[in-house]
């Protein structure tokens, strides 16, 4: 029987080709089914991160008036970099567990994408951490940009 609060994931599987078409590698990314996760059993609060377009407007008209430089920084993977503070459970992939094992979950430390909570935890990690040991400042009025 399967723990009441597992959530389900999804394989999103791509073939990576070379420019003549020949198979280079083969790439499989776990999803978490966060449409099935309980607000306080699974998570708690969610956030995502996305700077608002006024904002990015007035960057750039200032940046463009003080001849300024600018950066942007995607991080990739970054929300499987983010601890979770909650006890998720997910089915296991197939051939993850040996035999004799079936019906065991798995216990999630970090963030999958697809995880309601995934985000927030990503962008607190981001912010109270190695950013503000840059010196990184976010701002009071948009609080996904930084400066």
Known sequence: ??????????????VKRGPDGEVQSYQVRI???GHRQVKGINYTETFSA???MPT?????ANAA????????????????NAPLKE???MKPPRGVL???????????????????????GWYFRMSRG???????????IDHSAFY
Not at 1 to 14: A, D, G, N, R
């Open 50 to 52: 996305a700077v608002k």
């Open 130 to 140: 190695f950013l503000k040991e840059l010196g990184i400042e976010r701002s009071v």
């Open 31 to 33: 999803v978490a089914g």
């Open 87 to 89: 006890m998720i459970y």
């Open 1 to 14: 029987m399967e723990h009441p609060l597992t959530i389900p994931f999804s394989e999103v599987l791509k």
């Open 65 to 80: 008036h003080q001849d300024w430089k600018i950066k942007h920084v995607d991080v990739k993977s970054a929300y499987l």
């Open 98 to 120: 040996k035999l004799g094992q079936e019906g065991k979950v798995l216990r999630l430390k970090k963030g999958l994408y697809g995880l309601k909570q995934a985000g927030r």
């Open 56 to 60: 990015i407007q007035v960057i750039l």
